[in-house]
């Protein structure tokens, strides 16, 4: 049975038969191998385009000076938001976290 006639019996609503399950759950999961393939090259994608910008954030908190994502993202060039700070201080796995106080406001404070 092709995808076309599958389909079609589904609109005329035809009762499912074996043949059309069988068929709905091989596509089902060449769909879901087809993401998975699709989600790991966004990944891998934004991991090369990201190397620079956390070698960055690296050498920026070295000091171990605390500093927000605000500040990180002043100082970098190539971030452009304090999202994406915050996203490039996730990925650094020797990051410390601690809260901070600016004005009346707790936020994160990064360092190494």
Same mark, same amino acid.
């Not at 499912?16 to 966004?42: C, G, H, I, N, W």
């Given at each position: 049975?092709?995808?076309? !006639?599958?389909?079609? @019996? /589904? /609109?005329?609503? @035809?009762?499912?038969?074996? !043949?059309?399950?069988? *068929?709905?759950?091989?596509?089902?999961?060449?769909?879901?191998?087809?993401? =998975?393939?699709? =989600?790991?090259?966004?990944? !891998?994608?934004?991991?090369? !385009?990201? @190397?620079?910008?956390?070698?960055?954030?690296? =050498?920026?908190?070295?000091?171990?000076?605390?500093?927000?994502?605000?500040?990180?993202?002043?100082?970098?060039?190539?971030?452009?938001?304090?999202?994406?700070?915050?996203?490039?201080? *996730?990925?650094?796995?020797?990051?410390?976290?601690?809260?901070?106080?600016?004005?009346?406001?707790?936020?994160?404070?990064?360092?190494?």
């Amino acid at each position: 049975m092709t995808m076309k !006639e599958m389909l079609t @019996a /589904v /609109v005329e609503g @035809a009762v499912v038969t074996a !043949e059309m399950a069988e *068929k709905a759950q091989a596509e089902l999961v060449k769909m879901a191998k087809e993401s =998975a393939t699709r =989600a790991q090259k966004a990944a !891998e994608k934004r991991s090369s !385009e990201d @190397a620079p910008l956390v070698d960055a954030v690296k =050498a920026l908190l070295a000091d171990h000076q605390v500093r927000t994502a605000a500040q990180i993202r002043d100082a970098v060039e190539g971030i452009n938001s304090t999202s994406k700070a915050t996203a490039i201080c *996730k990925r650094i796995s020797e990051i410390e976290v601690v809260d901070v106080q600016v004005d009346k406001r707790i936020v994160k404070g990064y360092s190494l």
